[in-house]
């Protein structure tokens, strides 16, 4: 396999340089790459770039982004032995996320990076960041690519995207997947962990299902909530999901006001997803009396999985399914490594 690695630059901090003439932070030129990283130039393999017609800082990331990546990568699929999508590090978990949910049949890598720091500052991440990627994502073994999944490299570890969140605003290391293991270490070589790689069989060609629904929401409780704002939330015209992040292992108030507002909301129509504040662990609803009342009424459990991933996931089942009880399936269910088997059951 001496398919050349496409780079995709969205945006974001890894990819900005000191402007040589008036020393401001600017974008910069991909095509340029081999002269700001000439380490690149020792791989065997060719890379070739792509640059998004507009640059964003990933604060700005909308659904349609998600679209371009998945036609990009689905177009070129064919061209490269695998991808590496440059990004802002503020929503790259989300975008991981929903691309791991949008591509059907991946049998290459997708390697999410970026940097805290500019790839134009001495002290840079973005350069280890890029290598590490690179070499991720041309990874192969007997003709199978090691790591045929949405991934993240950051800070000498590679994580399932949709399993990641950003939790550091200043360290190198800025992103954590509590409760899955990574997939790689990064050290003087890669250590793949081979059981946390998902080498089931892809049935079909790769594709993608693009269509996200936005029309959801996302409340964390908190102690003094007022009531109003779930009604607020749940009054809004088209609402069609909500994400509850709660307490703990799925636990919320057990105020019979709270709880009518809940089963307001449910009767309505509108899909709850409970997803727990806590960084690590899982949903449990029933353990406590005061996720008892969630699980009666009819709120579905997001076990283990990421508010960012609960997000991606919501969008995108709303957009497939209409019928309620495959709304709430899905949900409810593990499709691409973003719930432990342990939690379901299966
Ligand atoms: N605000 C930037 C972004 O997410 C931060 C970064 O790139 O790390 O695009």
Request: charged share 20%.
């Amino acid at each position: 396999m001496n398919k050349p690695v496409l780079i995709i630059y969205t945006g974001g901090t890894i990819g900005m340089i000191n402007d040589p003439v008036t020393g401001a932070l600017c974008p910069f030129d991909f095509d340029q790459i081999a002269k700001e990283v000439p380490e690149i130039r020792e791989f065997d393999f060719s890379i070739d770039s792509h640059t998004l017609p507009e640059i964003i800082d990933s604060s700005d990331v909308q659904p349609r982004l998600w679209k371009e990546l998945c036609r990009i990568i689905t177009e070129n699929y064919d061209r490269y032995r695998g991808f590496v999508v440059l990004h802002g590090t503020d929503t790259m978990a989300y975008s991981a996320s929903a691309l791991s949910f949008m591509l059907q049949n991946l049998t290459k890598p997708v390697v999410f990076t970026g940097s805290q720091l500019p790839i134009g500052k001495r002290r840079t991440d973005g350069k280890e960041n890029l290598i590490a990627a690179i070499e991720i994502a041309a990874a192969y073994d007997e003709g199978k690519a090691v790591v045929p999944e949405v991934c993240i490299l950051f800070g000498a570890k590679l994580f399932r995207g949709n399993r990641t969140t950003k939790i550091n605003a200043e360290s190198f290391d800025a992103f954590q997947s509590f409760n899955y293991p990574e997939l790689a270490n990064i050290g003087i070589h890669i250590h793949y962990n081979y059981g946390a790689i998902d080498y089931a069989p892809r049935p079909g060609k790769v594709s993608a299902c693009t269509e996200m629904d936005t029309n959801i929401a996302i409340l964390k409780i908190f102690p003094g909530m007022r009531v109003e704002i779930l009604d607020a939330i749940a009054n809004i015209p088209g609402l069609r999901g909500l994400i509850l992040e709660t307490y703990g292992s799925g636990n919320a108030p057990t105020d019979k006001v709270f709880l009518n507002k809940i089963k307001e909301a449910l009767n309505k129509g509108i899909v709850i997803y409970n997803v727990t504040q806590c960084q690590g662990g899982s949903v449990e609803m029933g353990r406590y009396e005061t996720s008892r009342e969630l699980l009666n009424a009819g709120v579905i459990s997001g076990h283990d999985i990421t508010t960012e991933a609960a997000a991606c996931k919501m969008m995108s089942i709303l957009a497939r399914y209409t019928n309620l009880a495959d709304i709430q399936k899905y949900l409810n269910i593990n499709i691409r490594g973003e719930i432990s088997p342990k939690y379901i059951g299966c």
